[in-house]
C-alpha cells in the first residue's frame, strides 16, 4: 500500500521564479494538505483541497497557490519565490471520515531552496 | 487559537533507558485531540500516538505512551526501552477544527532526541 509521495525530493530555484511541488496522496485518501517546515520550526498549515476544492488556508500569501486533480492528487504552486520561502514542503493526506483518529499521513517533503 | 508548546529543545538518553517528552497545550475547545509525530533526517512525519480529549485510558502503542494530564493540558510522549533508532525530531500536534469538516493539526516546535549506545 503506497503511502503519500512527493516530487521532486530537492529542488533549488532563484529568486523570482516560481515552482510547482506534486503530491499523490495515500490510496484511499481523499482530502490533502499542505505545510511548509522552516528550518527548525514545525509545520505550518498552508492550505486543505478536498472534492478538488480549496477548504481552508492558513496565513500565506496569495504568491502560494495549490489544484487537486480528480485521482486526488495535488499540487503547490508558488510565484514570485523569496529567500524567506525556502523550507521543506510537507504533503499530508486523510480520510475525512477517520481524520479525528488517525490524523494525517505524510510524504517526506520536498526540500526547496532559494537563492 | 489553538497553541501547543514544547519547552525541550533537546532531550538525550542512553539505549534502553524509558524518556518523556513535554507536551502542553492550550485550547478552549472541549473537544480535541493530541498526536505525536517522529520525524527521521528523511523528512517524512511518522505517526506514533493520538489521545481524544474524552479517552478515559491514557493512549498506549507498543513502546510508546501517553501520559495525558487534562487538568494541567500536558499530554507527554513516553518511550520505553529507548532504541538508537528512536533518535530523531518529535512533534505534538493538536487537532483544530471542533466538530466541523474542516481539520488540521497545529504543531508544536519539536523535540530532538538523541539515543546515545
Known amino acids: 500500500d503506497a503511502g503519500v509521495t512527493q516530487s521532486p525530493t530537492h529542488l533549488i530555484k532563484t529568486r523570482g521564479q516560481q515552482v510547482t511541488l506534486r503530491c499523490s496522496p495515500k490510496s484511499g485518501h481523499d482530502t490533502v494538505s499542505w505545510y511548509q517546515q522552516a528550518l527548525g520550526q514545525g509545520p505550518q498549515f498552508i492550505f486543505q483541497?478536498?472534492?478538488?476544492?480549496?477548504?481552508q488556508r492558513g496565513n500565506f500569501p496569495d504568491r502560494f497557490s495549490g489544484h487537486q486533480f480528480p485521482n486526488y492528487s495535488s499540487e503547490l504552486n508558488v510565484n514570485a519565490l523569496l529567500l524567506g520561502d525556502s523550507a521543506l514542503y510537507l504533503c499530508a493526506s486523510s480520510l475525512a471520515q477517520t481524520f479525528l483518529l488517525y490524523g494525517y499521513t505524510f510524504g517526506s517533503g520536498t526540500r526547496l531552496t532559494v537563492v | 487559537a489553538q497553541k501547543i508548546t514544547q519547552t525541550q529543545p533537546g532531550m538525550f538518553v542512553q539505549e534502553k533507558e524509558a524518556v518523556t517528552l513535554d507536551c502542553t497545550y492550550d485550547?478552549?475547545?472541549?473537544?480535541?485531540?493530541l498526536f505525536w509525530y517522529k520525524q527521521p533526517s528523511s523528512g517524512e512525519m511518522i505517526f506514533l500516538i493520538y489521545?481524544?480529549?474524552?479517552?478515559?485510558q491514557n493512549a498506549t502503542e507498543g513502546r510508546y505512551s501517553l501520559n495525558f494530564q487534562k487538568a494541567r493540558k500536558s499530554a507527554n510522549l513516553v518511550i520505553s526501552a529507548s532504541q538508537l533508532g528512536d533518535s530523531a525530531m518529535y512533534f505534538c500536534?493538536?487537532?483544530?477544527?471542533?466538530?466541523?469538516?474542516?481539520?488540521?493539526?497545529?504543531f508544536g516546535t519539536g523535540t530532538r532526541l538523541l539515543v546515545s549506545p
Open positions: 500536534a493538536m487537532r483544530e477544527g471542533g466538530n466541523t469538516g474542516f481539520q488540521k493539526l497545529v
Open positions: 485550547t478552549s475547545d472541549p473537544s480535541y485531540g
Open positions: 489521545q481524544g480529549s474524552y479517552d478515559q
Open positions: 483541497y478536498y472534492e478538488e476544492e480549496e477548504r
